[in-house]
């Protein structure tokens, strides 16, 4: 079992910035792919970024440039820095652990656990 609590969301303009931590506990985190995806009202849920167990990553073209996401072993811990948001950006932002370790890791399929979800709203 993975419990994760995601933090950090919040009301910001357009052109700011926030920073999404995703906190876990229970089974090893360090060699997990760890992912980020968001879900605005009436879409469905979208990959917003990835980062393996080396630390690789990938990105949804959408964030590309403007988000970086990072990870913290020792903190059990993944972030989501957040620059240059757009109103586009608005949604829940949910982290989840990965499933597999080869793959494109942009589906929820390859995914075994997930956070409850932190609001992100970009005023225009």
């Known amino acids: 079992q993975v419990q994760l609590v995601e933090s950090g969301g919040g009301l910001v303009q357009a052109g700011g910035s926030l920073r999404l931590s995703c906190a876990a506990s229970?089974?090893?985190?360090?060699?997990?792919?760890m992912g980020w995806f968001r879900q605005a009202p009436v879409k469905e849920r979208e990959f917003v970024a990835h980062?393996?167990?080396?630390?690789?990553?990938n990105y949804a073209d959408s964030v590309k440039g403007r988000f970086t996401i990072s990870r913290d072993n020792a903190k059990n811990t993944v972030y989501l820095q957040m620059n240059s948001l757009k109103p586009e950006d608005t949604a829940v932002y949910y982290c989840?652990?990965?499933?597999?370790?080869?793959?494109?890791?942009?589906?929820?399929?390859?995914?075994?656990?997930w956070g409850q979800g932190t609001q992100v709203t970009v005023s225009s």
């Open positions: 989840a652990h990965g499933r597999v370790v080869t793959g494109t890791h942009r589906y929820s399929s390859e995914y075994d656990y």
């Open positions: 229970g089974r090893t985190f360090s060699f997990a792919g």
């Open positions: 980062i393996s167990w080396s630390g690789s990553t």
